[in-house]
C-alpha cells in the first residue's frame, strides 16, 4: 500500500493561489490514480479532482472546475494540486487519496489517505 503525505496548505486572501502537494512512498506510485477530497467544518467529504496512473486523464469538480489544476509527477512519486483564484468557499482540509485502478469520484474507491492539509481563504 502506498503511503501519502499532504503539505502546502497556509492562509490566503481571496483571489489568491496555493499548490498543494501529495507525496507518496511505498508501493509504486505511477500504478495509483490519485484524488483530491476536501472537508469543511460541519460538511461532509467532498471529490475535488482526480488524476489517471500516467497523469493523462484528469476530473474536476464543477466547483473548482478552470481554476485547479491536478497534476503528477510519478518519477518523483509526486502530485500537485495547483488552485488559482480562491475563495472562501474553498476553506477546508484537503486530503490526498490513492487507489490502484481507475480514478473516482467516490471517496469509498479510494483505500490510501494522507492525513490532510489545512486551507484557509479569507475574504
Known amino acids: 500500500q ?15 493561489s496555493l499548490r498543494l502537494s501529495c507525496a507518496a512512498s511505498g508501493r ?15 460538511k461532509e467529504r467532498e471529490f475535488v479532482a482526480a488524476i489517471t496512473t500516467s497523469g493523462g ?38 486530503y490526498c487519496a490513492a487507489d490502484a485502478g481507475w480514478f473516482s469520484r467516490s471517496a469509498r474507491v479510494y483505500g490510501a489517505w494522507g492525513q490532510g492539509t489545512q486551507v484557509t481563504v479569507s475574504s
Request: hydrophobic share 35%; net charge neutral; proline share 3%.
Open 28 to 42: 509504486s506510485f505511477s500504478s495509483y490514480a490519485v484524488g483530491w477530497f476536501r472537508q469543511a467544518p460541519g
Open 57 to 94: 486523464t484528469t476530473d474536476y469538480a464543477d466547483s473548482v472546475k478552470g481554476r485547479f489544476t491536478l497534476s503528477r509527477d510519478n518519477a518523483k512519486n509526486m502530485a500537485y494540486l495547483q488552485m488559482n483564484s480562491l475563495k472562501p468557499e474553498d476553506t477546508a482540509v484537503y
Open 2 to 16: 502506498v503511503q501519502l503525505v499532504e503539505s502546502g496548505g497556509g492562509l490566503v486572501q481571496a483571489g489568491g
